[in-house]
């Protein structure tokens, strides 16, 4: 047994192959490795005893030590049950049994004392433990017996009588079975340096520890060295990929800049965007290829840092492209862009998927003989008929609409790698972005435009539209515009649609004409049409905006300043938080009203509670993180990144994660050659651990 990952699990004493086949297919455990590593989800504490006094119906297990008094039976057919009355002296409890076997009452001696382990409810006006686990008191020692493991188990394991308690005895026979320590996989001398549980000791009292306090202890070392081979793997591959792949070098800031700041900047920049715009011109002038991700919440101003880096690249004389997720944003910064590049030499060019024919031909053209400086592109640029002459940056902004692989194919339209800036307003907890872009630099805008308002965000049910009408009534009396968003949900466009035709309707008849004017946009527009719309509002034609979530990303109406979200149950907060930083651009006071209905799962309200007590992206990102779980969070989805975390949780050990991310950067730093015989361990491990199929990191980014 010496090779724990090659020993089928069909040769541990207790398993055999049928039971071996009933593991691998559902649990997954196929060798006894994976059994070491099949931990339990819970323990139970059985060195304490209760008296009956003590319980009542909400405690979790506990154990009794008494005598049955009797036996009864009670119901009828399938309701059938046994029932045994058993006191300790200090009251009774009734032991229940469904489906019984005639067993029950020959094992069960009435007078002899028992100790008997369950979960107390209350059914009838007195306490029930159904099913209980019963041994006999007198060669029962209890004090030693600590806490039990609980494991997860299947139906069919149940059928093939592989309960927890089945589970528990075949580790139980692997760890007897073993004859010598289960092999370190970290360096002794990190072992010790970093006061680790050795792995055998670590593993063994996952399942089986003494006391909560080692149970503890054997997580953290566990964490701790998941954790640390994945930054190690990250930050390796940064290092390689830093050193392999040379950056278009870009010597000035150029004359266009110069211009533009000082003649053109239609206000001050912010300290941050100051900030991270130094940070991306010493990436782009330091030979490596820039591969960073701008991190900033909605209306933190991330365009203009974008439009100003790409300003730099053009000046070194390269062509920029900023990419949109969609045309209603990539036709909005054209239009921003253009504006504020009147009167510089710079060619501005927009493709979308409805640029064609005549007019797409000479963006073409220009874009391949250099003719074109900056492009403003939906991924229409993805097309293998859309060539450059030099491009030197590509800007992806709002990257989670974006796939890698898309991204990859624009990469490649060069000989050489542009540098790449991706945008984001989606706060990746620090958390995740470390794990997910650990390759990736980071900036972060945390600062907003000097005199915004912080929205005012409130929850109100659907039977409250009267006083919301008003409230919209008023404030469209002052000049102010309101968007109202409907959920749009995949599987069920069709009806969605319906709801918010609806919803179209009802608002008009609320707001009828001639006072008052009404747009709608959804997914099922033509872009001619949706654009049209769009403007309508934009122009301020209409005051309110009937729309799906197609408004979500970057669209720019500062006059808009109520924020009304139908079915506000059905989004995840960081739709809700996008949503509402479609508000708040201008001077006024902005609102965001979340309409729902009475009924709240729990999960929603804590959502709509979260919404209401903050504002801080980074706060809710976190929230989201801990109320979803990283591999349901959007962004990863998309990036098609599989969270593969056996026992660490994103959500719970950022500080852990901090901490080995900073060991491995040491060992790295000290040992770049990785030739240093103590760390031998570690390259070994991480060869290891990438076979057996972790993450791929060299596809991120
Ligand atoms: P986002 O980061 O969400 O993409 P935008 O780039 O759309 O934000 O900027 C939001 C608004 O803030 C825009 O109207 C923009 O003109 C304005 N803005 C950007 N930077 C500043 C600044 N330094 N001072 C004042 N307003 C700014
Ligand atoms: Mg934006």
Redesign the pocket.
Known sequence: MSDLAHTDIQYLSGVGPQRADVLRKELGIATLADLLYYFPYKHIDRSRLYYIHEIDGNMPYIQLRGKILSYETAGAGRKERLIAHFSDGTGIVDLVWFQYGKYIQKRYLIGHEYIVFGKPTVFGGRINIAHPDIDPADNLDISGMGLRPYYNTSERMKRMNLSSGAVEKLVANLFGALKEPIPETLPAYFVEHHHLMPLDEALHSMHFPANAEQLRGAEYRLKFEELFYIQLDILRYARMRQQKSRGLCFTVVGQLFNTFYNEKL?????GA?KRVIREMRADMNSGRQMNRLLQ?D???????VALMTMLIAIGNGYQACIMAPTEILAEQHYATIRTQLEGLPVRVELLTGSVKGRRRAPILNGLEDGSVHLLIATHAVLEDTVRFAALGLVVVDEQHRFGVAQRAKLWNKNDFLPHVLVMT?TPIPRTLAMTLYGDLDVSVIDEL??GRKPVVTEHRYDEQKASLYQFMRQQIAEGRQVYIVYPLIKESEKMDLKNLEEGYRTICEVFPAPDYAVSMVHGRLKPAEKEAEMQHFVRGETQIMVATTVIEV?V?V?NASIMVIQNAERFGLSQLHQLR?RVG?GADQSYCILVTSYKLSNESRKRIDIMTRTSDGFEIAEADLKLRGPGDLEGTQQSGIAFDLHIANLARDGILLQHVRDIAQHILDDDPDENHPENHILWQQLRIRRKSGGVNWSAIS
Not at 298 to 303: D, E, I, R, Y
Request: glycine share 22%; hydrophobic share 25%.
């Open positions: 239609p206000f001050p920049l912010t965007q900033g909605v209306g933190s101003g991330k365009t203009l307003a435009p000097p970057g720019n500062p930083g651009r």
